[in-house]
């Protein structure tokens, strides 16, 4: 302490004050001038350490305050002490209170100096030393105090605060973290609740008729404790042999009520902290103290859901220590059985919502809260107590009464990710840390963040904010409190949650005598194969098989909910081991529940997503909302689609390896959007219009792609552009825009040479082109096969498989039969040159919408076709009525209707001219040329028969026209996902549709009158 404050420096030190961080240096330098006029001096080292504490006026009007309350040897020890001065400005920085203290008592600066400053005290330290100080034997077993005056309970505060400050000294100077802290304030007040009750001994003459506990509750229990908060405990006794239970309890309850008046009485130290024993059973109204067996009872059949959350963390901390293990021991079994009652999570969830919406009521300083607040330490300790609860009835690691240990025993197991548990304990340290400095400044109980810059300026330095204390603190808080509140959200609203606390305890842990018996219960037909799959998804240690745990005992039920359990755990095994240690998936189902129940329910019904999904499992990403499941647009799609296209045009690849891997990049997004579209029409997100146009758009982006690659491929070989312009007209189905999961993509290729050009190379270029096109699509790969089928074109499989337009309009013109103009009914050339597609429709209209519609003639032919082919396509053997195409009432009646309706009016009903089968029987009802019932049973059974076709391959993997009749899992299948109660209702309808259908059809495509 060299150099001494004088007044000839006056000049220099008001600067030197400012640069230091004092926000009053006029008044600093007027408390320096006091204090040296009466002997005290501050040396400028010791003003540099000053300048460094959070609050640099507050450390030295506290500093001064102790020089002055020492004797000059006190004085000059202080000076001599190095290590005091790495702890005591940064206390005097912070806590207005602990000046004070320190005013009051001038010789407790010592626990602030020397090497013993900096070591952790043991708990037993904190409970000898309060025990001596109010006089009572540490090694008694039941240690009382000399009296129960107040001068003993004046000493057990002024211990008290000397052990704080002692604990604020390391917690400030950065020799304890927040953790280490919190525990040893929770063992501090553990030693205080034992002095206490020896002062409680020392005043109840009949204490000796009764053993008693004292429970420590919240974050006493969970060793987690604040500087200054009320300490939760409940009362748990038991008489001594010859006592009787009513004496006994007497004694007990004045025993209790003693030890808390010996920690709140105000004295001229002030008080310690208010005991609050109102978590005890039927809280205030209750007797303040029970037996053993009392507690049971009561938690055996009226404790609620929250007393449950709240008995997470009791931990016995002062009194009988072995009455206390029993209590401890008692209550830990219900505790892990709680979150088996009938609405546990939802109860949970419904109070932390009443708690906010009461402190939003109660204050308008919700937003400043750091406890009960949005984003606040009550988010994060309800999440994590939730999860503790439901996943630690099969989980043993997860029963920590600690927030941070549970926190870190959720990531380690798997059910909270790493990167929100780490959020979660970051936010949580620096939230606890505010708080902490908060308490400190008055030792008041208070979680609010305050709105004067000065105290916030503390609070910013305090935590190590130098630049702009005031708004980097700011920034730091609220950037906390938002990462909380999102996680928060995400794990406590978790819908998991309710699905792993409806199931029974044994399922939670699947161990291989439980997991058979259940299994086979849950209608596995092969337990055994079941349970190998368990055994290879859960076994091991791996951060992998503990979610696996979690998820597997809720997905087996989700797995039985559906038609073919078995196939359902065999593909969400063979979907993870393909994904592998992929980081994103099993954090997908864990946290997103719609994906896991979503994902069970596919795997164990439809044999085509299933297959999607193992060729392409990333594409379980997808099933996370209902957004993301809806069809891309076809723009998005066809952008996409050419873009691949491009990418390997710009290859130095040799040709034909660019077109095979561009058409491979084309075909892979071909399998990710019919996954797409097949998981919505699954799960009824969907229509039949809207499945046919995406099953349509996807083959459309997929040929015209495979049509760009094969045209670079060829003009690559020419060494030059094409001579010829190609398109590719799409029929039947494909160009109805009615595509199925299994249907061919029915086509013509045209072509027009361009101008000077040899049409012979032309129309070598446009086959080739045509060739390639299919080869591309033809190659074998990890999807649904697309057939390019060709033969609807003139002349079918004996014509040339591409003609010029010039070709077409003379073939039509002198050849077309009647069954090629109502083919045409369904062309559209939606791929390749554009401008080539405009001109083979305007050539096609008229011949499928002659200006005069049909005569008798054609007419009659059309109806012999039609007989014809139901008589000779129909499959031998099978059942007419449960043939969905060409049965009666079925698929094929419907389009020869709406066809029939077309070419006799759509050359004067504009409706009329689509290629689509719903779109023309809605234009004929405006049009009056179909009765709107009439138009309304054809629709219907149209798009029944449609649904039921799509949801048979969708079910087998494999293409049918039939009803399912005979294989149990596929009928049972079919029926759930079309939504009937059972099969015979699905025959019902469908019969039903198809006889009303066929007799419209009899009426108005056969011309049948009654």
Same mark, same amino acid.
């Given at each position: 302490?060299?150099?001494?404050?004088?007044?000839? %420096?006056?000049?220099?030190?008001?600067?030197?004050?400012?640069?230091?961080?004092?926000?009053?240096?006029?008044?600093?330098? %007027?408390?320096?001038?006091?204090?040296? #006029?009466?002997?005290?001096? !501050?040396? &400028?080292?010791?003003?540099?350490?000053?300048?460094?504490? +959070?609050?640099?006026?507050?450390?030295?009007?506290?500093?001064?305050?102790?020089?002055?309350?020492?004797?000059?040897? #006190?004085?000059? @020890?202080?000076?001599?002490?190095?290590g005091v001065w790495q702890r005591l400005p940064a206390v005097l920085g912070v806590s207005s209170a602990l000046g004070e203290h320190l005013a009051r008592h001038p010789d407790d600066w010592r626990v602030l100096g020397g090497d013993g400053a900096i070591q952790a005290p043991a708990p037993r330290t904190f409970r000898d030393a309060l025990l001596r100080a109010v006089g009572a034997d540490p090694d008694d077993p039941e240690p009382a105090a000399r009296d129960a005056s107040q001068e003993t309970l004046i000493a057990l505060r002024a211990a008290y605060r000397r052990h704080l400050l002692r604990l604020a000294g390391r917690d400030l100077s950065g020799a304890a973290d927040v953790d280490e802290v919190a525990a040893a304030l929770a063992d501090l007040a553990a030693a205080a609740l034992e002095a206490g009750l020896a002062v409680a001994r020392a005043e109840v003459p009949d204490a000796g008729l009764c053993r008693l506990a004292v429970i420590g509750m919240g974050k006493c229990g969970g060793r987690e404790l604040n500087y200054v908060s009320d300490v939760d405990v409940i009362f748990v006794a038991e008489p001594r042999p010859g006592a009787s239970e009513p004496d006994a309890l007497r004694a007990a309850t004045r025993l209790a009520s003693a030890l808390m008046r010996a920690c709140s009485a105000s004295t001229p130290e002030g008080s310690l902290w208010e005991v609050d024993a109102a978590l005890r059973p039927e809280g205030k109204a209750g007797p303040l103290v029970r037996t053993l067996a009392s507690h049971r009872a009561y938690y055996e059949r009226w404790a609620k859901t929250w007393e449950f959350q709240a008995l997470l963390k009791a931990r016995p901390v002062a009194g009988d220590a072995e009455l206390g293990r029993e209590y401890a021991d008692m209550v830990g079994p219900l505790v892990w059985k709680a979150a088996a009652g009938e609405d546990f999570v939802e109860d949970v969830q419904a109070m932390r919502r009443r708690v906010e919406a009461h402190l939003h009521r109660q204050t308008q300083e919700s937003e400043r809260e750091l406890k009960l607040g949005p984003g606040g330490l009550r988010d994060i300790e309800f999440a994590v107590q939730l999860l503790q609860l439901v996943h630690g009835r099969a989980d043993d690691t997860l029963r920590s009464p600690n927030t941070l240990e549970a926190l870190a025993s959720l990531s380690q197991g798997g059910y909270v990710g790493r990167d929100d548990a780490a959020g979660l304990a970051s936010a949580y340290r620096f939230l606890r840390r505010v708080e902490h400095l908060i308490q400190l400044h008055r030792l008041r109980r208070t979680h609010t963040v305050p709105d004067d810059d000065h105290d916030l300026r503390r609070l910013g330095r305090a935590l190590g904010l130098?630049?702009?204390?005031?708004?980097?603190?700011?920034?730091?808080?609220?950037?906390?409190?938002?990462?909380?509140?999102? /996680?928060?959200?995400? *794990?406590?609203?978790?819908?998991?949650?309710?699905?792993?606390?409806?199931?029974?305890?044994?399922?939670?842990?699947?161990?291989?005598?439980? @997991?058979?018996?259940?299994?086979?219960?849950?209608?596995?037909?092969?337990?055994?194969?079941?349970?190998?799959?368990?055994? @290879?998804?859960?076994?091991?240690?791996?951060?992998?098989?503990?979610? =696996?745990?979690?998820?597997?005992?809720?997905? *087996?039920?989700?797995?039985?909910?559906?038609? &073919?359990?078995?196939?359902?755990?065999?593909?969400?095994?063979?979907?993870?081991?393909?994904? #592998?240690?992929?980081?994103?998936? *099993?954090?997908?189902?864990?946290?997103?529940?719609? !994906?896991?129940?979503?994902? +069970?329910?596919?795997?164990?019904?439809?044999?085509?997503?299933?297959?999607?999904?193992?060729?392409?499992?990333?594409?379980?990403?997808?099933?996370g909302s209902d957004d993301g499941l809806a069809p891309r647009s076809f723009e998005a799609l066809m952008s996409e689609a050419l873009a691949a296209v491009r990418r390997r045009e710009d290859d130095d690849k040799a040709a034909h390896e660019s077109a095979e891997d561009a058409v491979a990049a084309v075909r892979g997004l071909r399998r990710r959007e019919l996954f797409r579209t097949s998981v919505a029409d699954l799960l009824g997100l969907t229509d039949v219009r809207t499945v046919g146009e995406a099953l349509t758009d996807i083959a459309t982006v997929t040929i015209e792609a495979a049509l760009q690659?094969?045209?670079?491929? /060829?003009?690559?070989?020419?060494?030059?552009?094409?001579?010829?312009?190609?398109?590719?007209?799409?029929?039947?189905?494909? #160009?109805?825009?009615?595509?199925?999961?299994?249907?061919?993509?029915?086509?013509?290729?045209?072509?027009?040479?361009?101008?000077?050009?040899?049409?012979? &190379?032309? =129309?070598? +270029?446009?086959?080739?082109?045509?060739?390639?096109?299919?080869?591309?699509? @033809?190659?074998?790969?990890?999807?649904?096969?697309?057939?390019?089928?060709?033969?609807?074109?003139?002349?079918?499989?004996?014509?040339?498989?591409? %003609?010029?337009?010039?070709?077409?309009? $003379?073939?039509? $013109?002198?050849?077309?039969?009647?069954?090629?103009? =109502?083919?045409?009914?369904?062309?559209?050339? /939606?791929?390749?040159?554009?401008e080539l597609g405009h001109r083979f429709r305007a050539l096609i209209d008229p011949v499928r919408w002659p200006r005069d519609g049909i005569d008798d003639k054609a007419l009659r032919e059309i109806r012999r076709l039609k007989a014809r082919m139901e008589s000779e396509r129909l499959p031998r053997g099978v059942e007419r009525r449960l043939h969905t195409k060409l049965g009666p009432g079925g698929l094929s009646d419907v389009e020869w209707v709406a066809q029939l309706l077309q070419l006799q009016h759509a050359h004067e009903v504009a409706g009329l001219r689509t290629t689509r089968t719903l779109a023309a029987l809605d234009a004929a009802v405006r049009a009056g040329l179909l009765d709107e019932t009439d138009g309304e049973v054809l629709s219907s059974a149209w798009q029944l028969a449609t649904r039921i076709r799509g949801t048979v391959m969708l079910v087998r993997g494999r293409a049918s026209d039939l009803l399912p009749t005979d294989h149990h899992k596929e009928r049972s299948a079919v029926t759930q996902v079309l939504g009937y109660p059972g099969t015979g209702d699905l025959l019902e309808d469908y019969r039903r549709h198809a006889r009303r259908a066929r007799a419209v059809v009899d009426r108005v495509f056969y011309g049948v009158t009654d």
């Open positions: 302490m060299s150099e001494p404050w004088t007044p000839d %420096r006056r000049p220099t030190l008001t600067g030197r004050l400012a640069r230091l961080g004092f926000t009053d240096p006029g008044r600093a330098e %007027r408390l320096l001038a006091e204090a040296a #006029g009466e002997g005290v001096t !501050v040396s &400028d080292p010791l003003l540099d350490t000053l300048g460094a504490a +959070a609050d640099p006026d507050l450390a030295l009007g506290g500093l001064l305050r102790l020089l002055e309350a020492l004797d000059p040897a #006190g004085r000059a @020890a202080l000076a001599a002490d190095e130098r630049t702009d204390p005031v708004g980097e603190f700011t920034a730091l808080w609220r950037r906390h409190a938002r990462g909380v509140r999102t /996680i928060h959200e995400k *794990l406590f609203y978790r819908p998991l949650l309710r699905a792993v606390a409806r199931l029974p305890e044994e399922e939670t842990r699947l161990t291989p005598e439980a @997991a058979r018996t259940r299994l086979t219960a849950l209608g596995f037909n092969d337990p055994a194969g079941a349970l190998r799959h368990i055994e @290879a998804l859960t076994s091991g240690v791996s951060r992998r098989a503990a979610i =696996q745990r979690t998820l597997l005992p809720v997905m *087996l039920g989700w797995f039985a909910a559906a038609p &073919d359990p078995d196939a359902g755990l065999l593909g969400f095994r063979q979907v993870s081991d393909a994904l #592998g240690t992929t980081p994103w998936y *099993l954090r997908l189902l864990r946290d997103e529940v719609t !994906v896991a129940e979503r994902m +069970a329910r596919l795997l164990a019904t439809s044999r085509y997503a299933t297959d999607l999904l193992l060729r392409a499992p990333e594409a379980v990403a997808l099933l690659a094969a045209v670079n491929k /060829i003009e690559m070989e020419r060494r030059g552009p094409l001579p010829t312009r190609v398109a590719v007209v799409a029929m039947g189905r494909f #160009g109805g825009h009615e595509l199925g999961y299994g249907s061919d993509a029915d086509v013509m290729f045209v072509h027009d040479p361009l101008p000077g050009a040899d049409e012979r &190379d032309a =129309q070598t +270029a446009a086959h080739s082109v045509a060739e390639e096109m299919r080869r591309l699509l @033809a190659r074998p790969a990890p999807d649904p096969p697309l057939q390019i089928d060709p033969n609807l074109r003139p002349e079918g499989k004996a014509g040339p498989l591409v %003609r010029t337009l010039a070709s077409y309009a $003379a073939y039509y $013109a002198r050849w077309s039969a009647p069954w090629e103009s =109502q083919a045409l009914l369904r062309a559209d050339p /939606i791929i390749g040159d554009p």
